[in-house]
């Protein structure tokens, strides 16, 4: 059986896992910490509800990427929220945003550019 730790890119929560094999469902073992937004969860419901956030973000920011061509991940910045994800790409972005945001369509998904 294999432990990690992870510390999700998408809030301050930190949980460690258990699994066996890659590619298998991973089982909830302990959080050392939560953070405010899921103060309110605990167990394998706080870890369901951070890995589904953290796949949604990286599933929207490839599709993002794979859209947008010239874009490289580390130039992205997200914030996930309670009201939904938003992203900031670099101000190079401008002219084509409204095109961009518009094929990128996500409930509460935000896309601006860095000032
Ligand atoms: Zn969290």
Not at 59 to 86: C, H, N, S, Y
Request: hydrophobic share 35%; glycine share 4%.
């Amino acid at each position: 059986m294999n432990e990690t730790t992870w510390h999700p890119d998408t809030c301050e929560c930190v949980i460690t896992f258990q699994w066996d094999r890659p590619g298998d469902t991973p089982r909830f073992k302990h959080a050392t910490q939560t953070c405010l937004r899921h103060r309110d969860k605990q167990g394998q419901l706080l870890f369901d509800c951070v890995l589904a956030e953290n796949r949604r973000k990286n599933q929207l920011l490839l599709e993002l990427l794979a859209r947008a061509g010239d874009l490289q991940p580390d130039e992205v910045d997200f914030l996930v929220t309670d009201d939904g994800i938003k992203f900031t790409l670099p101000p190079r972005y401008s002219d084509r945003l409204p095109a961009l945001a518009s094929s990128l369509t996500y409930p509460n998904l935000s896309i601006s550019v860095r000032s």
